[in-house]
């Protein structure tokens, strides 16, 4: 199972922009904010993984 790492970039209501950090030049990845942990904001780093988003402390 693969491992990806995120930064919220954009709130925008049910959505979040999400930019991969080891892929910073993708566009960034729009995922219902019901699938991110709750206490998320712009700045906050996630990580991925066992198709699960939680915040990363790294």
């Not at 922009?17 to 709750?38: I, N, Q």
């Not at 906050?44 to 993984?49: D, M, P, V």
């Amino acid at each position: 199972m693969n491992t990806f790492y995120y930064e919220v970039k954009q709130i925008d209501g049910d959505y979040a922009y999400l930019m991969r950090l080891d892929a910073p030049e993708e566009p960034l990845k729009l995922v219902a904010r019901a699938l991110l942990p709750a206490e998320i904001m712009e700045g906050t780093k996630l990580i991925y993984e066992w198709m699960q988003y939680s915040i990363w402390e790294g």
